[in-house]
């Protein structure tokens, strides 16, 4: 029997191997480990977060009821058959919140804000960004993100509100198949719009928004998929009733926010990936060469006479440029000036290869023919081959020859100093 052609599966190739290589970074970047991490701090933050959002609602008499809404349509279809449940456990615990001082508030603020320092954390792992913000801007990131963040989700409640309420809402709606079809596509469109928003501005470098928005879709039909799926186990296998009883709702609530964190990391992946895709000749580069490059740029920025901006860095070397510039602004080789910009620190003509190969972090390349990547590169190229030549023919010789026998230590042969025991034994006679 002939076996049927596939070339629908050629073509399914690449797909397939797009999805390996984000799994692949996903657990390169131990995003299950990340991902239980959160789910410990999301038990702490979820109560604190809810409080700041009804409070923050409350005070703009526009927004009044918005809180509600929002957190009914967050959590509609969550767990089917025990969603209720924790949702009446968490409005009874940030009613409770509510009627705190204002030293319970601002630690509940405080519990917040060190959920986002997690969150940070973890995408600055995914973008290869060596350290978060500090001081000022750390504090308005996190502020931007907790206020703006829900005041996007709730104004765009508002804007459904309002539009479904115009006449053109409903022959819109029916061309699109019915009122509830349009309705059904708002929540996860919004989901995008905000994971836009957090891919954006949380990792402590430039991310396109282009690559946030691919990254942002992914994650919002991640999400719709496995609430299917997580639905129709929860209603099809109802098992988990039989063993937790009525705590039930307590492991499927720890159990879907371990799957959420997981898709919102893997989107993660998909925004950064995207970010070094586009920079592909650059970013398969070692880093060592990242830094040459590096270099190159600044040197030719400086002839030029002009700086060099977070933008043109990130087209080139991608997000993980500040990685590469870190060893460079230690030996003041970058350096930046106040409006943000990049310029050549220090006077190349005083600073030797040595001293550069002897700061970085990342060893020297072997120097072989054809390994530079980039053709102003290949004179370092050929040094580094010269000095791995001299290295080898300094070092090449028998190890005989450099560790001499212990008679011609003892008859001065040899450089003289403390014989190395011939046995244990000798050792531990000479230690007792």
């Excluded at 509600?68 to 967050?74: A, I, S």
Aim: proline share 6%.
């Amino acid at each position: 029997m002939r076996m049927p052609q596939l070339p629908q599966l050629k073509r399914m190739t690449p797909a397939i191997g797009v999805v390996l290589k984000l799994v692949s970074r996903f657990n390169y970047h131990d995003g299950k480990k990340t991902a239980s991490a959160l789910t410990y701090t999301t038990l702490f933050a979820v109560v604190p977060l809810m409080t700041v959002i009804y409070s923050m609602f409350a005070v703009i008499p526009s927004f009044d009821g918005v809180g509600q809404q929002l957190q009914t349509t967050v959590f509609a279809q969550f767990l089917p058959s025990t969603g209720e449940t924790v949702l009446e456990y968490l409005n009874e615990f940030s009613g409770q919140a509510r009627n705190l001082t204002s030293v319970g508030l601002i630690f509940l603020f405080v519990t917040s804000v060190l959920m986002m320092i997690t969150i940070e954390g973890a995408f600055n792992a995914i973008w290869q960004v060596p350290e978060g913000r500090k001081g000022l801007s750390s504090f308005l990131m996190y502020w931007a993100v907790l206020t703006l963040g829900p005041l996007m989700l709730g104004s765009g409640f508002l804007l459904s509100s309002y539009l479904t309420s115009l006449s053109f809402f409903d022959s819109a709606a029916s061309m699109l198949g019915g009122k509830a079809v349009l309705l059904r596509l708002l929540p996860p469109l919004l989901s995008a719009v905000a994971f836009t928003f957090i891919y954006a501005a949380v990792p402590n470098c430039k991310v396109r928004l282009r690559d946030a928005a691919v990254g942002a879709v992914t994650t919002a039909l991640a999400l719709e998929l496995a609430k299917a799926g997580f639905s129709f186990y929860v209603t099809q296998f109802p098992s988990y009733q039989a063993i937790y009883g009525a705590f039930a709702a307590v492991p499927l609530f720890l159990l879907w926010v371990f799957l959420s964190w997981c898709i919102v990391l893997l989107g993660a992946e998909v925004a950064a990936w995207m970010g070094e895709r586009s920079n592909a000749d650059w970013h398969r580069w070692p880093p060592f060469w990242q830094t040459l490059g590096a270099v190159m740029l600044l040197k030719d920025a400086h002839e030029r006479g002009e700086p060099l901006s977070d933008d043109s860095l990130t087209e080139v070397l991608g997000s993980r440029y500040r990685r590469v510039l870190k060893p460079l602004i230690e030996e003041n080789i970058a350096s930046q000036t106040q409006d943000g910009q990049w310029v050549l620190g220090r006077d190349l003509n005083h600073y030797t290869l040595w001293e550069l190969a002897r700061a970085l972090p990342w060893d020297l390349p072997a120097g072989e023919a054809g390994e530079a990547p980039h053709p102003r590169l290949e004179p370092l190229r050929e040094a580094l081959a010269q000095a791995r030549q001299a290295e080898k023919e300094r070092m090449d010789c028998g190890l005989v020859e450099v560790l001499p026998s212990v008679g011609e230590v003892e008859s001065g042969s040899a450089h003289t100093g403390d014989p190395l025991p011939t046995n244990p034994s000798s050792t531990s006679s000479m230690a007792t």
